[in-house]
């Protein structure tokens, strides 16, 4: 039992499949609005806090990224919800972003809200599960579970069984193996998190290197703020905030531009990219060329 269940389990191979899994997500076909790209993928800070402080993550540092326990209010989702319809929006969501979304005690109406436009992962630690919490989540309209798996192989057999005795289909429940040691990167494809992190082995910071994430996708803060990408966790530059303007109007907006021009012009010159190490390149080649042609670079 234990040999078949840990098939396959070794860190390239999970972070390979977690690359395809949202490969038909992420480089799907570009939508646009009023012939402006518009992101597939947006993410959802729901609560800035953590049960846990990994050494990978910059959570473990409360000078940098402390627990403020302040989370989204359903009324923000509301806002949101009828930006991204007025567009068209047909992308997917993540709950996700700088805390442990579980922690938030209103996550179902959120995720049924966001459902009505597109797919709606999750991704957790998993310390707050159990079978009926896991059934209540696919009943919520969650398309995808996924949890990290940071304490050892013996999480898997945990996780396992508390799907089946929650009766979700098998394809709804993700599990990642991340209990490596720091040799194995812990089973992450790391980064520095935008100069706040320097676990495990880091590639070196290339300031001219492209970057793909402002042309698919956006962060949202608790607070509606919205950031370029998940690695800028000292949230330093906010694009715009949601409930002050529109979301295509701040997706479409001077300062997103500059940043996005830049960056897929291979230009990190501006902070926090001039600080970040992250690659950039994985998904979004599909936006970068729209984009290219929007800037004609």
């Known amino acids: 039992m234990k040999k078949n269940l840990l098939k396959n389990w ?7 499949k977690n690359i395809e899994r949202k490969v038909r997500i992420l480089d799907r076909d570009v939508q646009f609005h009023d012939g402006v790209p518009i992101p597939s993928w947006i993410e959802l800070n729901v609560i800035d806090a953590c049960n846990r402080s990994c050494s990978f993550c910059p959570k473990a540092d409360p000078k940098i990224a402390p627990n403020t326990y302040q989370k989204m209010p359903i009324q923000l989702i509301d806002k949101l919800f009828e930006d991204l319809k ?3 929006f047909e992308g997917a969501f993540c709950l996700s972003g700088y805390g442990e979304p579980t922690l938030h005690n209103d996550l179902h109406p959120i995720i049924y809200k966001l459902s009505i436009l597109g797919a709606v992962e999750l991704i957790t630690n998993g310390d707050t599960l159990s079978p009926k919490k896991i059934k209540d989540f696919y009943d919520s309209n969650l398309s995808k579970l996924i949890v990290s798996m940071y304490d050892g192989e013996h999480q898997i057999e945990k996780f396992k069984k508390m799907e089946e005795e929650s009766g979700v289909p098998k394809s709804f429940l993700v599990l990642r ?3 490596y040691k720091d040799e194995d990167n812990f089973g992450l494809l790391l980064t520095n998190r935008a100069g706040t992190n320097n676990a495990g082995k880091q590639p070196k910071i290339n300031l001219n290197k492209k970057c793909f994430y402002p042309a698919y996708t956006s962060v949202i803060e608790w607070n509606g703020d919205i950031f370029l ?5 000292q949230r330093r530059v906010s694009m715009g905030n949601v409930m002050q303007a529109s979301f295509f109007d701040i997706w479409n907006g001077a300062t997103y531009r500059k940043y996005r021009k830049d960056l897929l012009s291979s230009q990190r010159k501006n902070k926090p990219c001039s600080d970040c190490n992250a690659d950039g390149t994985v998904h979004g080649f599909k936006h970068d060329k729209e984009w290219k042609k929007v800037y004609k670079i």
Request: glycine fraction near 0%; charge should be neutral; hydrophobic fraction near 20%.
């Open 10 to 16: 070794n860190p390239t191979e999970t972070r390979l």
């Open 86 to 88: 007025k567009i068209n």
């Open 177 to 179: 193996n991340t209990w």
């Open 229 to 233: 990408c998940c690695h800028d966790w």
